[in-house]
């Protein structure tokens, strides 16, 4: 069977979380239940975290019209991916597009590189669903906050000398041996440096996630009481990348939704970053990160594969996670993305007179890239050329069209739709209000640079 017009309008699947936002708070789940669904309506009372858009096996989507699963449709009609995609990615689509709706935070989590993962997968599946890995990158549609990927060593040797409970927590000898280690050091560039620097802070993390609960609990007392007295000076007024205020409000906040647990000390660890709507970053497989608040489009390989080990009622994984981490060390600058002009989209004269833009995002591996349109007035156009492989848009706000070919559909929050390889794409904006869609899509080699 053939497509005529490789352009479908997709039902996708939302998944409910503790994390998630409530009812009509939740981005996740407006977005779901903007598209006709027999088993899916809002309950005020209920959280929604994820909406997921893709051919994962966990969730799949479906075609709206004939309710055929992409999985299948894509195996059936091998051009709707391009053969040299499908013959690669095992004919499934080689990422998958989330919405997450964060009102509180996910567990301290990273995602195994492909060894680990057929490893993992081999040993526990049912923990570990696939063997892939898991490169992600985020892109905050409201105003985002979480902790990812480790400090700079400098600021970890701060908080061991002006947060006392962590201190006390880790041991003397310990965080001694860590300091006497990396003092001086922090920020070499000679690699035995290096690696003797992630030696030494994979120790002291190691020692940090295997610390007794009952510590954990008591000290964790006295953190949160210094955050509640000391404010703008706790932790040593909070280090070169945030204030003590800040810091302390954290504390205090992530206690409200896990007392007592190992990842108020954790955030001591890893870089706390803050997102307005647009800005995004990339995490590479093995990276640590929790996202704590925001709703947020994230792309990734197409995987459902998370080591655990805080910040959750799951399953956690503390040996697994703590030898698999890179131990990098940076700050969050170095993670956070550089969007630069998607060259591949034609924009009309209305388009451009009104500062629309189609921005792109493109991380260093070749699974996935996004492209964040806005149209900003009626009319206003966005032609995108044809590519060697699959698209899926996302409308998050505004009202407009998307037609390939002669066939032209109706876009409102929400709507997703699936565009086959070599089809011309326009998407165009019919409403007073900016029409903002993602597009994910995967091309090998071909304009896209070659990654």
Same mark, same amino acid.
């Given at each position: ?45 209920? *959280?929604?975290?994820? $909406? ?5 096996? %966990?969730?799949? @989507?479906?075609? #709206?019209? !004939?309710?055929? &699963? =992409? ?71 409201? *105003?985002?906050?979480? $902790? ?5 060593? %400098?600021?970890? @040797?701060?908080? #061991?000398? !002006?947060?006392? &409970? =962590? ?94 647990? =190992? ?189």
């Amino acid at each position: 069977m053939g497509l005529q017009v490789p352009l479908l309008r997709l039902q996708c699947g939302e998944l409910t979380y503790d994390w998630g936002k409530v009812g009509k708070e939740s981005a996740a789940a407006r977005f779901a239940s903007a598209t006709p669904s027999s088993d899916f309506s809002i309950q005020d009372e209920k *959280p929604y975290a994820e $909406l997921w858009m893709g051919t994962h096996p %966990s969730l799949p @989507s479906r075609d #709206l019209e !004939t309710q055929r &699963s =992409l999985l299948d449709l894509v195996q059936d009609n091998q051009a709707l991916m391009s053969q040299e995609i499908g013959e690669r990615y095992g004919q499934k689509l080689p990422f998958l597009f989330k919405v997450l709706s964060i009102r509180k935070a996910l567990s301290i989590q990273a995602h195994p590189d492909k060894k680990l993962a057929e490893q993992l997968h081999a040993k526990d599946s049912e923990n570990y669903p696939d063997d892939n890995h898991k490169p992600e990158m985020t892109i905050a549609i409201t *105003p985002f906050d979480g $902790l990812c990927g480790f400090r700079p060593l %400098s600021e970890i @040797s701060h908080f #061991l000398s !002006t947060v006392p &409970s =962590l201190r006390k927590l880790l041991g003397e000898d310990v965080a001694k041996e860590f300091e006497s280690i990396t003092k001086g050091q922090e920020t070499s560039d000679d690699q035995a440096a290096t690696e003797r620097n992630k030696k030494a802070l994979k120790s002291l993390f190691s020692a940090l996630m295997n610390c007794e609960k009952e510590s954990i609990e008591t000290l964790a007392e006295d953190l949160v009481g210094a955050a509640q007295r000391e404010g703008q000076n706790f932790a040593g007024g909070g280090g070169p990348s945030n204030e003590g205020q800040e810091l302390a409000d954290l504390v205090e906040r992530l206690n409200g939704q896990f007392p007592g647990d =190992l990842g108020l000390f954790v955030l001591f660890f890893l870089n706390y970053v803050k997102m307005e709507p647009g800005e995004g970053m990339f995490l590479k497989a093995d990276d640590i990160h929790a996202y704590l608040s925001g709703d947020i489009i994230e792309c990734m390989a197409s995987s459902d594969n998370v080591v655990r080990a805080g910040f959750t009622p799951k399953f956690k994984d503390v040996p697994t996670l703590t030898s698999m981490l890179t131990y990098d060390y940076a700050p969050i600058s170095s993670q956070k993305m550089s969007p630069v002009d998607y060259p591949y989209v034609a924009l009309s004269a209305t388009a451009y007179s009104s500062n629309s833009s189609a921005t792109l995002y493109d991380p260093p591996i070749e699974e996935f890239s996004v492209v964040k349109t806005d149209l900003k007035r009626k009319g206003a156009k966005a032609t995108f050329e044809p590519i060697a492989g699959p698209s899926i848009f996302i409308c998050t706000e505004g009202e407009g069209t998307i037609a390939v070919g002669p066939k032209v559909e109706e876009v409102k929050a929400g709507f997703v739709f699936f565009v086959g390889a070599t089809a011309e794409a326009v998407v165009e904006s019919v409403g007073k209000e900016p029409f903002v869609t993602f597009k994910a899509f995967c091309e090998l080699g071909g304009k896209e640079g070659g990654k």
